[in-house]
Antibody, heavy 119, light 111 residues
Framework: EVQLVESGGGLVQPGGSLRLSCAAS????????MHWVRQAPGKGLVWVSRIYSDGTGTKYADSVKGRFTISRDNAKNTLYLQMNSLRAEDTAVYYC????????????WGQGTLVTVSS | QSVLTQPPSVSGAPGQRVTISCTGSSSNIGAGYDVHWYQQLPGTAPKLLIY???NRPSGVPGRFSGSKSGTSASLAITGLQAEDEADYYCQSYDNSLSGSVFGGGTKVTVL
Protein backbone atom coordinates (compact mmCIF):
# COMPACT_ATOMS: atom_id res chain seq x y z
CA GLU A 1 0.00 0.00 0.00
CA VAL A 2 1.31 3.43 -0.98
CA GLN A 3 1.84 5.66 2.05
CA LEU A 4 3.06 9.24 2.30
CA VAL A 5 3.52 10.66 5.80
CA GLU A 6 4.41 14.32 6.29
CA SER A 7 6.03 15.76 9.40
CA GLY A 8 7.81 18.89 10.55
CA GLY A 9 4.97 21.38 10.64
CA GLY A 10 4.35 23.74 13.50
CA LEU A 11 4.26 27.33 14.66
CA VAL A 12 7.04 29.61 13.43
CA GLN A 13 7.56 33.36 13.59
CA PRO A 14 7.59 35.50 10.44
CA GLY A 15 11.05 35.38 8.90
CA GLY A 16 11.74 31.99 10.41
CA SER A 17 12.53 28.63 8.85
CA LEU A 18 11.07 25.16 8.89
CA ARG A 19 11.87 21.88 7.14
CA LEU A 20 9.08 19.53 6.19
CA SER A 21 9.63 15.84 5.54
CA CYS A 22 7.53 13.28 3.69
CA ALA A 23 8.31 9.63 4.32
CA ALA A 24 7.28 7.36 1.47
CA SER A 25 6.59 3.63 1.55
CA UNK A 26 4.81 0.95 -0.44
CA UNK A 27 6.34 1.88 -3.81
CA UNK A 28 9.72 2.46 -5.48
CA UNK A 29 10.19 6.08 -4.40
CA UNK A 30 13.16 6.68 -6.71
CA UNK A 31 10.99 6.08 -9.79
CA UNK A 32 8.54 8.92 -9.19
CA UNK A 33 8.40 12.69 -9.48
CA MET A 34 7.14 14.23 -6.24
CA HIS A 35 5.31 17.47 -5.41
CA TRP A 36 4.38 19.72 -2.54
CA VAL A 37 0.90 21.26 -2.59
CA ARG A 38 -0.48 23.58 0.08
CA GLN A 39 -3.90 24.65 1.27
CA ALA A 40 -4.43 27.76 3.36
CA PRO A 41 -7.20 27.52 5.99
CA GLY A 42 -10.57 27.50 4.24
CA LYS A 43 -8.97 27.97 0.82
CA GLY A 44 -8.19 25.87 -2.24
CA LEU A 45 -5.23 23.78 -3.32
CA VAL A 46 -2.11 25.54 -4.56
CA TRP A 47 0.86 23.82 -6.17
CA VAL A 48 4.18 24.71 -4.50
CA SER A 49 7.02 22.69 -5.99
CA ARG A 50 8.08 19.61 -7.95
CA ILE A 51 11.22 17.48 -8.11
CA TYR A 52 12.31 14.88 -10.65
CA SER A 53 12.71 11.26 -9.60
CA ASP A 54 16.52 11.54 -9.45
CA GLY A 55 16.47 14.97 -7.81
CA THR A 56 18.15 16.72 -10.73
CA GLY A 57 15.25 18.96 -11.73
CA THR A 58 13.13 21.24 -9.58
CA LYS A 59 10.37 23.81 -10.17
CA TYR A 60 8.68 26.29 -7.86
CA ALA A 61 5.60 28.47 -7.77
CA ASP A 62 6.50 32.15 -8.08
CA SER A 63 5.18 32.79 -4.58
CA VAL A 64 7.88 30.62 -2.98
CA LYS A 65 10.75 30.89 -5.47
CA GLY A 66 13.98 31.87 -3.76
CA ARG A 67 12.62 31.04 -0.30
CA PHE A 68 11.69 27.34 -0.50
CA THR A 69 13.89 24.43 -1.58
CA ILE A 70 12.61 21.00 -2.49
CA SER A 71 14.93 18.01 -2.21
CA ARG A 72 14.83 14.25 -1.79
CA ASP A 73 16.90 11.40 -0.40
CA ASN A 74 16.08 8.31 -2.43
CA ALA A 75 18.13 6.13 -0.10
CA LYS A 76 15.85 7.17 2.77
CA ASN A 77 12.65 7.30 0.68
CA THR A 78 12.07 10.83 1.91
CA LEU A 79 11.01 14.10 0.31
CA TYR A 80 11.85 17.45 1.92
CA LEU A 81 10.77 21.06 1.74
CA GLN A 82 13.08 23.62 3.30
CA MET A 83 11.13 26.80 3.94
CA ASN A 84 13.00 30.02 4.74
CA SER A 85 11.90 33.64 5.19
CA LEU A 86 8.44 32.47 6.09
CA ARG A 87 5.51 34.89 5.82
CA ALA A 88 2.03 34.89 7.28
CA GLU A 89 0.65 33.99 3.86
CA ASP A 90 2.62 30.73 3.93
CA THR A 91 0.29 29.48 6.67
CA ALA A 92 -1.30 26.32 5.28
CA VAL A 93 -1.54 22.58 5.39
CA TYR A 94 1.29 21.23 3.26
CA TYR A 95 0.71 17.99 1.39
CA CYS A 96 3.27 15.86 -0.38
CA UNK A 97 1.90 14.13 -3.45
CA UNK A 98 3.18 11.55 -5.88
CA UNK A 99 2.91 12.19 -9.61
CA UNK A 100 1.49 9.33 -11.62
CA UNK A 101 3.83 7.68 -14.11
CA UNK A 102 1.01 7.68 -16.71
CA UNK A 103 -0.26 11.24 -16.43
CA UNK A 104 0.65 14.42 -14.57
CA UNK A 105 -1.99 13.76 -11.99
CA UNK A 106 -1.21 13.45 -8.29
CA UNK A 107 -2.28 9.89 -7.63
CA UNK A 108 -1.39 9.63 -3.95
CA TRP A 109 -1.34 12.25 -1.21
CA GLY A 110 -0.12 12.38 2.35
CA GLN A 111 -2.36 13.46 5.23
CA GLY A 112 -0.74 16.90 5.38
CA THR A 113 1.17 18.87 8.00
CA LEU A 114 0.08 22.28 9.26
CA VAL A 115 2.48 25.22 9.13
CA THR A 116 1.43 28.33 11.01
CA VAL A 117 3.44 31.53 10.57
CA SER A 118 2.57 33.99 13.31
CA SER A 119 4.18 36.14 15.95
CA GLN B 1 -7.25 33.99 -8.05
CA SER B 2 -6.81 30.48 -9.45
CA VAL B 3 -5.49 29.81 -12.95
CA LEU B 4 -8.36 27.38 -13.59
CA THR B 5 -11.88 28.69 -12.94
CA GLN B 6 -14.55 26.62 -11.21
CA PRO B 7 -17.95 27.62 -9.81
CA PRO B 8 -17.75 28.05 -6.02
CA SER B 9 -20.69 25.77 -5.36
CA VAL B 10 -23.24 23.46 -6.93
CA SER B 11 -26.08 21.57 -5.30
CA GLY B 12 -28.56 18.87 -6.11
CA ALA B 13 -31.03 16.50 -4.58
CA PRO B 14 -30.15 12.85 -4.01
CA GLY B 15 -30.31 10.94 -7.29
CA GLN B 16 -29.89 14.03 -9.45
CA ARG B 17 -27.06 14.83 -11.86
CA VAL B 18 -24.71 17.75 -11.22
CA THR B 19 -21.85 19.05 -13.30
CA ILE B 20 -18.80 21.12 -12.37
CA SER B 21 -17.02 23.16 -15.01
CA CYS B 22 -13.31 23.95 -15.14
CA THR B 23 -12.20 26.70 -17.50
CA GLY B 24 -8.60 27.29 -18.43
CA SER B 25 -6.64 28.96 -21.21
CA SER B 26 -4.29 28.36 -24.12
CA SER B 27 -1.35 27.74 -21.80
CA ASN B 28 -2.96 24.86 -19.92
CA ILE B 29 -6.13 22.99 -20.91
CA GLY B 30 -6.23 24.63 -24.33
CA ALA B 31 -2.64 23.59 -24.99
CA GLY B 32 -3.72 19.97 -24.85
CA TYR B 33 -2.71 19.13 -21.29
CA ASP B 34 -4.86 16.61 -19.48
CA VAL B 35 -7.30 17.59 -16.77
CA HIS B 36 -7.57 15.67 -13.52
CA TRP B 37 -10.16 15.90 -10.75
CA TYR B 38 -9.86 15.45 -7.00
CA GLN B 39 -12.39 14.95 -4.25
CA GLN B 40 -11.68 16.37 -0.80
CA LEU B 41 -13.97 15.25 1.98
CA PRO B 42 -14.11 17.51 5.05
CA GLY B 43 -10.93 17.32 7.10
CA THR B 44 -9.15 14.91 4.78
CA ALA B 45 -6.50 14.98 2.06
CA PRO B 46 -7.51 15.23 -1.59
CA LYS B 47 -8.15 11.98 -3.44
CA LEU B 48 -7.70 11.44 -7.18
CA LEU B 49 -11.12 11.01 -8.76
CA ILE B 50 -10.55 11.33 -12.52
CA TYR B 51 -7.25 11.33 -14.40
CA UNK B 52 -6.43 11.96 -18.03
CA UNK B 53 -9.73 13.82 -18.59
CA UNK B 54 -11.99 10.76 -18.52
CA ASN B 55 -10.39 7.89 -16.59
CA ARG B 56 -11.41 6.63 -13.16
CA PRO B 57 -8.85 5.07 -10.80
CA SER B 58 -9.74 1.69 -9.40
CA GLY B 59 -12.38 2.00 -6.70
CA VAL B 60 -13.98 5.23 -7.91
CA PRO B 61 -17.70 4.69 -8.56
CA GLY B 62 -18.98 4.88 -12.12
CA ARG B 63 -21.32 7.74 -11.27
CA PHE B 64 -18.30 10.05 -11.59
CA SER B 65 -17.28 10.97 -15.14
CA GLY B 66 -15.10 13.56 -16.81
CA SER B 67 -14.90 15.25 -20.16
CA LYS B 68 -12.76 17.86 -21.88
CA SER B 69 -13.29 20.16 -24.83
CA GLY B 70 -11.18 23.07 -25.98
CA THR B 71 -10.09 25.16 -23.00
CA SER B 72 -12.60 23.61 -20.60
CA ALA B 73 -13.37 20.40 -18.78
CA SER B 74 -16.28 19.09 -16.76
CA LEU B 75 -16.92 16.64 -13.97
CA ALA B 76 -20.33 15.03 -13.79
CA ILE B 77 -21.84 13.21 -10.86
CA THR B 78 -24.91 11.18 -11.72
CA GLY B 79 -27.15 9.64 -9.09
CA LEU B 80 -25.93 12.09 -6.46
CA GLN B 81 -25.49 10.56 -3.00
CA ALA B 82 -25.11 12.11 0.43
CA GLU B 83 -21.54 10.83 0.64
CA ASP B 84 -20.63 12.90 -2.43
CA GLU B 85 -20.86 16.09 -0.37
CA ALA B 86 -17.30 17.40 -0.63
CA ASP B 87 -15.01 19.90 -2.33
CA TYR B 88 -13.92 19.08 -5.88
CA TYR B 89 -10.85 20.46 -7.63
CA CYS B 90 -9.67 20.32 -11.23
CA GLN B 91 -5.95 20.31 -12.05
CA SER B 92 -3.84 20.56 -15.18
CA TYR B 93 -0.36 21.61 -16.25
CA ASP B 94 0.49 25.13 -17.36
CA ASN B 95 3.40 25.64 -19.73
CA SER B 96 3.85 29.33 -18.95
CA LEU B 97 4.13 28.61 -15.23
CA SER B 98 5.94 25.29 -15.76
CA GLY B 99 3.93 23.64 -13.03
CA SER B 100 0.64 22.18 -11.92
CA VAL B 101 -2.35 24.49 -11.68
CA PHE B 102 -5.56 23.94 -9.75
CA GLY B 103 -9.04 25.33 -9.90
CA GLY B 104 -10.38 27.22 -6.92
CA GLY B 105 -12.57 24.31 -5.90
CA THR B 106 -16.31 23.64 -5.99
CA LYS B 107 -18.34 22.69 -2.95
CA VAL B 108 -21.01 20.13 -3.76
CA THR B 109 -24.00 20.16 -1.45
CA VAL B 110 -26.56 17.37 -1.42
CA LEU B 111 -29.92 18.89 -0.58
Amino acid sequence: EVQLVESGGGLVQPGGSLRLSCAASGFTFSNYWMHWVRQAPGKGLVWVSRIYSDGTGTKYADSVKGRFTISRDNAKNTLYLQMNSLRAEDTAVYYCARESQYSNSHDHWGQGTLVTVSS
Amino acid sequence: QSVLTQPPSVSGAPGQRVTISCTGSSSNIGAGYDVHWYQQLPGTAPKLLIYGNTNRPSGVPGRFSGSKSGTSASLAITGLQAEDEADYYCQSYDNSLSGSVFGGGTKVTVL
